[in-house]
Structure formats: C-alpha cells, structure tokens
T-cell receptor, first 112, second 115 residues
Framework: DGGITQSPKYLFRKEGQNVTLSCEQN?????MYWYRQDPGQGLRLIYY???????QKGDIAEGYSVSREKKESFPLTVTSAQKNPTAFYLC???????????FGQGTRLTVV | DQQVKQNSPSLSVQEGRISILNCDYT??????FLWYKKYPAEGPTFLIS?????DKNEDGRFTVFLNKSAKHLSLHIVPSQPGDSAVYFC??????????????FGKGMKLTVNP
C-alpha cells in the first residue's frame, strides 16, 4: 500500500541536543512538506521540497534543517538553535494538487 | 497574522442534525480552498475542496459554500454522524487551483457529534 510514514511517533530530547525526525513516502510524490502544530495554532510550514536536492524555507524555518537526497525521504532536523522545539510535527507529500496530499501520523517531540 | 481563521475552536451537535463549520480568510489572492479532517493519532485527510469560480461544491453529506465578497467559507455536514467527530482544518491556496507550492491552514475546529 502506498503511504507516508513518520517515525518515531513520540520523541524526547534533552535541551541542547539535535534530533532528526524521519519522513518516508512511497507515493512517488515530488513535493514534500514539514509542518509544526502547537496548541491553539494551525499548521505552520517549516520547510518544503518540490524536487530532489532542492528545498525551500517555510514560514518558521529558523532552528530547523532538512535534506532531500532521495525522492522518498525528507528528514527534518530540529537543532539546538530552535528555541521552542516541543510541538507536534507533521510531514506531508502531494501529487500535483493538494487534493492528492497525504499526511503522516505525526511525531510529538518533547524537550526535557 | 492569521490569513485563514477558524474562530470557533469546537462545536458539538446531535447525531442527525446539521454541523456548520466556518472559516474566514484575509488574503484576496487565495482562490482554492480545502477542508481536511483529522482523527486523533492520524494525519489529516482531504475531505472536500472548492475553487473560487464556484460558490458551492457538494459531495454526499458534505457541502462547502464560498462567499468571495465576504471572504468566508463554510462546511455543512448533513446529517451529522458520530464518525464525523474529528478536528477539521480549513486551508487555502493561492493561484493555480490547488497546485501551488504552499497551503495555508487554519487552527482547526473540533467537531463532536453526540449519539
């Protein structure tokens, strides 16, 4: 079955450490996205990639980094520079239209 | 500055009645709108969309209405069922009928349908 997988589902990190969230899709989608959700807020765009080896900053990219070495994979690194990393992170991929978008189940990151 | 606003965080309705979820937007460049539904512990899934060239789009029990002059859209669910209980996100896209790079999401609204 085609789909998009995020791992892990829950992640705990000590303050000052970098952590990488995984996102893999087998839908043959070119475009992939990372969103962050905080309580009472909508989904805010962190980074997106329209094609392999290329990615763009979203609205809240500071403190995050990404790579897109393979079409299937779009990992997100939350660096120690991110001031408030505790949040729910969603990865998405889409075909040409957003009506064809698939979202992962999300990763809940907690900084302890 | 929220460009897509879902001002009511929650709504509770009785099974069989109508659910109306509202969404307002501020950016006049938006011309394609989508609703996503999210169950706990799952990612959002696409529900229904509407282009700015239309004022209504219907899919089974779900109808989305668009009022461009008021920059307002609403999602109607009739009749509501307990399985509709979820968080609903309104989202907007500029240009190209949903094929644009970015999508702007509202905060979401939690719908509870009581049996």
């Amino acid at each position: 079955d085609g789909g998009i997988t995020q791992s892990p589902k829950y992640l705990f990190r000590k303050e000052g450490q970098n952590v990488t969230l995984s996102c893999e899709q087998n839908l043959n989608h070119d475009a992939m996205y990372w969103y962050r959700q905080d309580p009472g807020q909508g989904l805010r765009l962190i980074y997106y990639s329209q094609i392999v080896n290329d990615f763009q900053k979203g609205d809240i990219a500071e403190g995050y980094s990404v790579s897109r070495e393979k079409k299937e994979s779009f990992p997100l690194t939350v660096t120690s520079a991110q001031k408030n990393p505790t949040a729910f992170y969603l990865c998405a991929s889409r075909g040409f239209l957003w009506t064809e978008a698939f979202f992962g189940q999300g990763t809940r990151l907690t900084v302890v | 500055d929220q460009q897509v606003k879902q001002n009511s965080p929650s709504l509770s309705v009785q099974e069989g009645r109508i659910s109306i979820l509202n969404c307002d937007y501020t950016n006049s460049m938006f011309d394609y709108f989508l609703w996503y539904k999210k169950y706990p512990a799952e990612g959002p899934t696409f529900l229904i969309s509407i282009s700015s060239i239309k004022d209504k789009n219907e899919d089974g029990r779900f109808t989305v209405f668009l009022n461009k002059s008021a920059k307002h859209l609403s999602l109607h669910i009739v009749p509501s069922q307990p399985g509709d209980s979820a968080v609903y996100f309104c989202a907007a896209s500029p240009f190209t009928q949903g094929g644009s790079e970015k999508l702007v999401f509202g905060k979401g609204m939690k719908l509870t349908v009581n049996p």
